[in-house]
């Protein structure tokens, strides 16, 4: 995660935030700088902050954290960015997967990309400033509206129903898998692997790659054995 402008150095600055995507990025986050990267906490009444506190989670910064586990780590699962003077949006996946809501209402946002929320499978809540679109469009979306100067997006549409309408098709030897608003991905199943799963056997990568260390390896398998793509709009 990489930060440009912090929000209590130059106060009228323009925040930018840039949070590089991170293929060997764990499902916890390596940092909570983002907790910090707006002044405040959470506060009680906000839809952040009663998602925590129904949640059972805890409150750091704009963050609200939660340990699903006695031996898991904890992880972000309610981001609270609101008021925080945000242009722009990257990548939030190095952030942590398994963010379930996040606020960005009441900031000068232009445009969010799509790309930003990809990877955020979790991601059922996301509430942006009226003039954003919700990721992917109304169709990624189970209900979208508009209140009180903000636009809502709830409920992540999954493109791998396969008795929906809409279902997707993933190669033959591979399996559709959610992959945050609007993305999903085929996994390549069992020993397949290469292009569009139509290599079979034991995978070359871990042969050239495994000297390199693990981080480099599951990076290198992710981006040979899965395909990712976007849901076209309707
Ligand atoms: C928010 O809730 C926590 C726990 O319920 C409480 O300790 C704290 O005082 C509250 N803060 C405010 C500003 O109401
Ligand atoms: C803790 O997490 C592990 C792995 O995610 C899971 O197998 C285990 O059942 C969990 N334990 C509890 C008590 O939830
Ligand atoms: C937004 O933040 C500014 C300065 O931090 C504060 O004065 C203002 O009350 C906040 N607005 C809302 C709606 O919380
Ligand atoms: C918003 O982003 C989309 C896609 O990235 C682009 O086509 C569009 O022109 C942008 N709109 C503005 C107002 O920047
Ligand atoms: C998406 O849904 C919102 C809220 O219902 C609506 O105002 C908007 O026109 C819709 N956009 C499109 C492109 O259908
Ligand atoms: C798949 O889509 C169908 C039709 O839209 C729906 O009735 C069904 O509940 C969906 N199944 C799942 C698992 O989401």
């Given at each position: 995660m990489?930060m440009?402008?912090?929000?209590?150095?130059?106060?009228?600055?323009?925040?930018?935030l840039?949070v590089?995507?991170?293929?060997?990025?764990?499902?916890?986050p390596?940092d909570l700088q983002v907790c910090e990267l707006?002044?405040?906490?959470?506060?009680?009444?906000?839809?952040?902050?009663?998602?925590?506190?129904?949640?059972?989670?805890?409150?750091?910064g704009r963050c609200?954290?939660?340990?699903?586990?006695?031996?898991?780590?904890?992880?972000i699962?309610?981001l609270?960015l609101?008021?925080?003077?945000?242009?722009?949006?990257?990548?939030l996946?190095?952030t942590?997967?398994?963010?379930?809501?996040?606020?960005?209402?009441?900031?000068?946002?232009?445009?969010?990309?799509?790309?930003?929320?990809?990877?955020?499978?979790?991601?059922?809540?996301?509430?942006?400033?009226?003039?954003?679109?919700?990721?992917?469009?109304?169709?990624?979306?189970?209900?979208?509206?508009?209140?009180?100067?903000?636009?809502?997006?709830?409920?992540?549409?999954?493109?791998?129903?396969?008795?929906?309408?809409?279902?997707?098709?993933?190669?033959?030897?591979?399996?559709?898998?959610?992959?945050?608003?609007?993305?999903?991905?085929?996994?390549?199943?069992?020993?397949?692997?290469?292009?569009?799963?139509?290599?079979?056997?034991?995978?070359?990568?871990?042969?050239?790659?495994?000297?390199?260390?693990?981080?480099?390896?599951?990076?290198?398998?992710?981006?040979?054995?899965?395909?990712?793509?976007?849901?076209?709009?309707?």
């Amino acid at each position: 995660m990489k930060m440009k402008a912090g929000c209590n150095q130059l106060k009228p600055a323009v925040l930018v935030l840039i949070v590089k995507l991170c293929f060997c990025a764990s499902y916890q986050p390596k940092d909570l700088q983002v907790c910090e990267l707006c002044s405040g906490a959470v506060l009680n009444g906000s839809a952040v902050g009663q998602f925590c506190s129904s949640s059972a989670g805890r409150i750091e910064g704009r963050c609200c954290l939660r340990r699903d586990n006695t031996s898991d780590p904890e992880r972000i699962t309610g981001l609270d960015l609101s008021n925080c003077s945000l242009t722009h949006v990257e990548g939030l996946l190095g952030t942590s997967r398994a963010i379930m809501m996040i606020d960005l209402s009441l900031n000068p946002i232009v445009n969010i990309s799509d790309a930003a929320f990809q990877g955020l499978i979790e991601l059922d809540f996301i509430i942006l400033p009226e003039h954003v679109h919700c990721p992917g469009g109304n169709t990624s979306w189970a209900k979208v509206e508009v209140k009180g100067g903000n636009r809502l997006c709830e409920g992540q549409i999954n493109w791998c129903n396969q008795t929906g309408q809409l279902s997707i098709n993933c190669p033959e030897n591979s399996l559709c898998a959610p992959y945050g608003p609007s993305f999903f991905e085929c996994s390549c199943v069992d020993d397949f692997h290469g292009y569009k799963c139509l290599r079979r056997g034991e995978f070359p990568g871990l042969l050239v790659f495994g000297p390199l260390g693990a981080v480099t390896v599951a990076a290198s398998l992710l981006l040979w054995v899965t395909q990712r793509r976007k849901v076209k709009p309707l």
